[in-house]
């Protein structure tokens, strides 16, 4: 992993970042996948009645065990289509910040209902 920051992408408009759909939502199942190219657990998310429960893929082996995630509040960009990854169809893209070991999860910093819009 790289230590220099990450290029600062092109600008873009208030109404395109509107576009992206990122919500809480509380893990409820996690285990490993070791089909995975890269180490990688599989996430299922309950992001709430309106949206449900998703299934992800992320590289998150560096700090967390599957254990160690059920329970846990993430935020997740749910209006992306669904990805192939492997065997897995990842269908939220759960968001995380890269540090020198690998990646940290974003999350609430108080207990939100999940489905919450970040605004």
Not at 41 to 61: C, H, M, N, Y
């Amino acid at each position: 992993m790289s230590t220099q920051p990450d290029p600062l992408s092109p600008e873009i408009g208030f109404d395109d970042f509107l576009k992206v759909d990122i919500r809480a939502g509380r893990i409820v199942r996690a285990e490993p996948f070791p089909e995975a190219r890269k180490p990688a657990i599989k996430l299922w998310v309950d992001f709430g009645p309106e949206i449900g429960e998703r299934k992800s893929s992320a590289q998150l082996t560096a700090h967390y065990t599957p254990e160690s995630l059920v329970g846990r509040m993430v935020m997740g960009v749910v209006n992306f289509p669904p990805r192939q990854i492997g065997p897995v169809r990842s269908e939220v893209l759960v968001l995380g910040a890269y540090d020198d070991r690998g990646v940290v999860l974003i999350a609430p910093d108080k207990d939100v209902p999940p489905g919450a819009r970040m605004c």
